[in-house]
């Protein structure tokens, strides 16, 4: 209703009332949901029409709604409407309610008491929610992650889970059971991460994790692991980021799987490789010894017989000169046999020259990376090659040349053994300059302490070393015609490079 002035008056407050009240009836008729009311002693005094719908006639007292909660949860229901009611207190639960049909849905039921002027109880007003979605999906929920903590529980690895900062947060349980560790403490299983590790690892691997925390690159490496029966035990580890959709690292996900047997297969064979090498040098030095007392026993004897023969002529009376000038002559010859038997032993010891071929030195390079696959795989270590296809071939001793890439690609996997867990040997060839070849081998080790004497005859860091690699691939170099040298690199590790003429 307007006036002159186009404002508009208010209704009377009679006429506002029943309005209200008639749209607040109509809401509860229509709200999708159950909505009810009860009398203080627990009886029906209005239930909307969703209410009705779902549960037909019938609910008009207490009884007959217990009656339609799920047997099993029917004392748990009466139980807390009860005490509800005794104290005047809202009350909320979840339960499954029988409709009209014969079925069972679950409800989340909550009310709460009006009062009187004096505090008393006038009455209780709730409604009643379907939840039959919601518990369909946790229970699907609860199964799925009951599913994924079996599956991780037989995962044939040890499983973990880090926060961004490095805490673990998670153990599976063969990993629990490894450790000797009770998973319902994480607590506990946290604690005791920084001492499981073997004291020769335990630096590299806080120091390699630490950077892939830092950078989120992924973390792979090997170390010892402590049992929980004192042993250590050899354990390949992997972990990987998991980032949200900003590319933030929420948690790390990581595995280790062990591999002592592997490891001490692996020793056991380089141990017998080891043995057999020493048996066939041995073996070889029986039979150069037996050869040499052979060759040399001969001539011995003859000079042995033929010095007795002419002390003998001499001796004689009158003195047998001519005799005795033939015995010494015989003598002499003897002496002559048994040093050309020393020159050749001598021989077998000496690089004698050998014919020389028009090789492809890329293809050497495959041959001797084929040759050592079993060595390489056994260190972890990642070979990148970067070889010129348009190198110009060479004329030289392939055996001899092999020998020299041998033993600079060894050194180089030996000198990376305790600096960097992600070990990788890099190796080039390329024309330096018209008619000459450059091959190189960089390491990320740990360098070169004294480069100035690598090639002197003897000088080793090694504990078990010789000496002697380095002066006899200079010397193979040099005799080819080129040069052999080492450097010390920028950042880190040393570079072995040589260059050889072309055919």
């Known amino acids: 209703m307007s006036n002159d002035d186009g404002l508009t008056k208010c209704a009377p407050f009679h006429e506002n009332t029943r309005n209200t009240a008639a749209l607040a009836l109509d809401l509860l008729e229509n709200i999708p949901g159950h909505v009810w009311s009860m009398d203080p002693a627990g009886r029906f005094i209005y239930r909307n029409r969703s209410m009705d719908a779902y549960f037909g006639v019938g609910l008009c007292d207490h009884g007959a709604w217990l009656e339609r909660v799920h047997r099993d949860d029917q004392r748990y229901v009466a139980a807390s409407w009860r005490e509800s009611m005794e104290a005047g207190q809202p009350f909320d639960n979840a339960h499954?309610?029988?409709?009209?049909?014969?079925?069972?849905?679950?409800?989340?039921?909550?009310?709460?008491?009006?009062?009187?002027?004096?505090?008393?109880?006038?009455?209780?007003?709730?409604?009643?929610?379907?939840?039959?979605?919601?518990?369909?999906?946790?229970?699907?929920?609860?199964?799925?992650?009951?599913?994924l903590s079996l599956l991780v529980d037989m995962v044939p690895s040890n499983l973990w889970r880090l926060t961004p900062d490095g805490t673990t947060t998670l153990v599976n349980k063969r990993m629990a059971d490894y450790l000797g560790l009770d998973l319902s403490n994480v607590s506990d299983v946290a604690s005791v991460m920084d001492t499981i590790f073997h004291p020769d690892d335990a630096d590299a691997v806080f120091a390699e994790l630490t950077r892939c925390l830092a950078t989120g690159e992924r973390f792979s490496m090997r170390y010892r692991l402590l049992r929980a029966d004192g042993m250590y035990r050899w354990m390949s580890g992997r972990a990987e980021p998991m980032r949200d959709q900003d590319g933030n690292i929420v948690q790390w996900f990581g595995l280790c799987h062990d591999i002592e047997d592997q490891v001490q297969t692996t020793a056991a064979l380089r141990r017998s490789a080891e043995k057999l090498a020493q048996a066939t040098q041995a073996a070889n030095l029986s039979q150069l010894s037996a050869s040499i007392a052979h060759e040399v026993n001969q001539p011995l004897a003859a000079i042995a017989t033929d010095t007795d023969a002419c002390l003998r002529w001499l001796?004689?009376?009158?003195?047998?000169?001519?005799?005795?000038?033939?015995?010494?002559?015989?003598?002499?010859?003897?002496?002559?046999?048994?040093?050309?038997?020393?020159?050749?032993?001598?021989?077998?010891?000496?690089?004698?020259?050998?014919?020389?071929?028009?090789?492809?030195?890329?293809?050497?390079?495959?041959?001797?990376?084929?040759?050592?696959?079993?060595?390489?795989?056994?260190?972890?270590?990642?070979?990148?090659?970067?070889?010129?296809?348009?190198?110009?071939?060479?004329?030289?001793?392939?055996?001899?040349?092999?020998?020299?890439?041998?033993?600079?690609?060894?050194?180089?996997?030996?000198?990376?053994?305790?600096?960097?867990?992600?070990r990788s040997l890099k190796i080039m060839s390329n024309c330096e300059r018209p008619g000459t070849i450059r091959i190189s081998v960089e390491d990320v080790g740990s360098g070169f302490k004294d480069p100035e004497r690598v090639f002197e005859p003897f000088f080793t860091t090694k504990s078990n070393g010789m000496g002697m690699g380095l002066p006899i691939c200079r010397s193979i170099v040099e005799a080819h015609g080129g040069r052999l040298w080492v450097t010390n690199n920028d950042a880190f590790g040393a570079t072995v490079a040589f260059t050889l003429p072309v055919a």
């Open 96 to 147: 499954r309610l029988r409709g009209v049909d014969g079925e069972f849905r679950w409800f989340r039921a909550s009310g709460r008491p009006t009062r009187d002027p004096r505090g008393h109880v006038a009455g209780w007003h709730g409604q009643t929610i379907d939840i039959e979605h919601q518990k369909r999906a946790e229970e699907s929920l609860r199964a799925r992650s009951l599913e």
């Open 315 to 422: 001796s004689a009376d009158p003195p047998n000169i001519e005799r005795g000038k033939l015995a010494a002559e015989r003598i002499t010859q003897d002496i002559v046999a048994a040093a050309e038997v020393i020159s050749r032993i001598r021989a077998l010891f000496k690089h004698q020259p050998q014919a020389r071929t028009v090789e492809d030195v890329n293809r050497l390079v495959h041959e001797v990376l084929d040759l050592m696959s079993d060595e390489i795989a056994a260190t972890t270590t990642r070979i990148d090659m970067n070889l010129d296809p348009r190198l110009p071939k060479v004329s030289l001793d392939r055996v001899q040349v092999q020998q020299v890439l041998v033993n600079l690609i060894r050194n180089g996997i030996q000198a990376m053994d305790a600096t960097n867990p992600l």
